[in-house]
């Protein structure tokens, strides 16, 4: 079994930052894959930004020169430093991670519980 386990949401104020990560336990073989999703209320779930275990980094345009999407290999840790807040980056925010577990190489995709940002004045 793997799981992901968040932290590190809450609420700042406009032009703050915050940092969050999600850690990765179980019983992995690799992790491939990491990123961060975020769902405002009434909108759809959409991707902030991935990081592969390669190093590949991928991010929304709304966030770019503002997030830094980052993470330790050695305990499966990715982290998303958010700068410049703004009350457009509300939402909950979702870790994904994929790869290979067990003795047997089962793949999985899984997702955080959710980490509230709440950028208010």
């Known amino acids: 079994q793997v799981q992901l386990v968040e932290s590190g949401g809450g609420l700042v104020q406009p032009g703050g930052s915050l940092r969050l990560s999600c850690a990765a336990s179980?019983?992995?073989?690799?992790?491939?894959?990491m990123g961060w999703y975020r769902q405002a209320p009434g909108k759809q779930r959409e991707l902030v930004a991935t990081?592969?275990?390669?190093?590949?980094?991928n991010y929304a345009d709304s966030v770019k020169g503002r997030f830094t999407i980052s993470r330790d290999n050695a305990s499966d840790t990715v982290y998303l430093q958010m700068n410049t807040l703004s009350p457009e980056d509300m939402a909950v925010y979702y870790c994904?991670?994929?790869?290979?577990?067990?003795?047997?190489?089962?793949?999985?995709?899984?997702w955080g519980q959710g980490t509230h940002v709440n950028v208010s004045s």
């Open positions: 990081l592969t275990s390669g190093g590949s980094t």
């Open positions: 994904n991670a994929d790869g290979y577990y067990g003795g047997s190489l089962r793949a999985f995709n899984l």
């Open positions: 179980g019983s992995i073989f690799t992790v491939n894959a």
